[in-house]
């Protein structure tokens, strides 16, 4: 928590340390996770016998909220949550998630009505695994729920047509995690609309 603090501070303070803002978007995003390699949760459970396959895709939902300034960078602050649940035997199902707030400096180029983009950032990550049966969920929890800092590259395309207020976008994100031992990886593939505020 003190490390999410820290950067919703220096992005604050960043912000304020500019004259003037030259917009502020809100929105909803949402996607799949792709690639998703986590190695806490290959040696925490028994993957291969178990017929579970890492790779399938993960479904991601997401708020942002985007913060313009001088119109040179831009700074987004995102919320996400992504999950898989896979059924491991009848009846008994393996749940893993990853919630996160991040916050990502990116650079746009306008060409006409498409604004095409690259950016990184950092961010905080609650990495959550569950074992369910039926309805009820199981309170011990393998491996242990994990908080840790991760870091993002990302690149995309806003579709900014003037005097509309909504903004359609899609983006490619490719996650990095320290997670204990080898670093969690995977990419994301994700679409959303933001709302320019006044």
Do not use: C
Not at 16 to 44: C, M, Q, R, T, W
Not at 144 to 168: C, I, M, Q, R, W
């Amino acid at each position: 928590m003190k490390n999410v603090m820290l950067v919703l501070a220096l992005v604050l303070t960043g912000t304020k340390a500019f004259a003037g803002l030259s917009g502020l978007g809100l929105g909803l995003h949402g996607g799949l996770i792709s690639g998703y390699d986590n190695p806490v949760l290959k040696e925490g459970i028994p993957l291969d016998s178990l017929g579970i396959d890492l790779s399938e895709k993960m479904t991601d939902i997401g708020a942002h909220l985007n913060i313009g300034t001088f119109r040179i960078v831009d700074f987004d602050l995102n919320i996400d949550y992504a999950w898989k649940k896979q059924e491991i035997a009848s009846g008994i199902d393996l749940r893993f998630s990853d919630f996160s707030i991040t916050v990502s400096v990116r650079k746009s180029i306008a060409l006409a009505a498409l604004k095409p983009y690259i950016g990184v950032g950092v961010g905080q990550h609650w990495m959550a695994y569950s074992i369910e049966f039926g309805d009820q969920v199981i309170g011990v929890v393998l491996p242990e729920n994990e908080s840790k800092v991760g870091y993002h590259f990302k690149a995309g395309v806003d579709l900014d047509f003037p005097l509309f207020p909504l903004t359609p976008y899609g983006e490619w994100r490719y996650n990095i995690i320290q997670t204990a031992g080898e670093s969690t990886k995977y990419s994301a593939l994700l679409v959303g609309i933001t709302l320019d505020l006044p």
